[in-house]
């Protein structure tokens, strides 16, 4: 099958694809014949992209806390034959130091980064296709290594377990399960970081740039593929060698 088809027929989820990299994603995957679902909280960057994508690109406000909201997401995906792919993309990102991180702002990352994540693997497979899915957890080099920002590297270390998790678990339903670890990724998350705070942690990479969306989603839409078919359960970095 050639690259622009290797989606074809199949419905993938993109949480937080309104932007940035699940954006790129969104974008890549309607051009390789994919029905794409978005859903994020950013309605008006959501509702444009779809619109730009076309008539195989839906959106909904979806708030990735909210089982709520996930249970009315997957009865739509659902009625459209089930779920081939989901990236869990959604998250927030304000790295405070322990002693400046609050209990409301603890729990905040919790509730998008982690439990979204949960909410996503736990609902997406009760409306996995039969012939099986690939689900992909956006953590990052935070899930890594020691980082800043208590909250948020906390979150992302949870991720690369419970990505180790679900791989075992829902392997006899042919659902496998990777977890994605970006490095320091020229996407708007970044806008809470000072310039010239970017600029020196460029500085420590051994590529010496920062990555981009397209680096990112080259790597999802692989674990997404058929092309990775017997990978499940690994954790990927994107980092230029930053982790190295």
């Known amino acids: 099958m050639s690259g622009r088809e290797r989606f074809k027929g199949r419905n993938i989820l993109i949480t937080g694809g309104a932007r940035g990299q699940g954006a790129e994603e969104a974008r890549r995957l309607c051009a390789e014949g994919a029905r794409v679902f978005i859903t994020d909280v950013l309605d008006a960057e959501g509702e444009a992209l779809a619109r730009e994508l076309g008539d195989r690109v839906s959106f909904s406000h979806h708030d990735v806390s909210s089982e709520a909201d996930w249970r009315s997401v997957c009865d739509e995906i659902r009625l459209a034959g089930g779920l081939h792919g989901l990236v869990n993309n959604a998250g927030i990102f ?21 439990l979204g994540c949960f909410l996503g693997m736990k609902l997406g497979a009760e409306v996995a296709a039969p012939e099986g899915a690939s689900f992909v957890n956006i953590s990052s080099i935070a899930g890594l290594r020691g980082t800043p920002g208590i909250a948020y590297t906390g979150t992302k270390w949870a991720l690369r377990g419970m990505t180790k998790t679900a791989a075992v678990e829902l392997a006899p339903r042919k659902i496998r399960v990777n977890s994605v670890h ?4 020229d996407t708007p998350m970044l806008d809470v970081m000072e310039p010239e705070r970017r ?46």
């Open 94 to 114: 304000n790295p405070l130091p322990i002693a400046d991180t609050s209990a409301q702002s603890f729990e905040a990352h919790f509730r998008v980064n982690q």
């Open 199 to 244: 600029q020196k942690r460029v500085g420590f990479v051994p590529l010496g740039r920062s990555g981009t969306v397209e680096d990112v989603a080259d790597l999802v839409l692989f674990l997404l593929s058929d092309e990775s078919s017997y990978i499940t359960g690994a954790e990927i970095a994107v980092d230029g060698g930053i982790t190295l």
């Open 182 to 185: 970006p490095g320091l990724i």
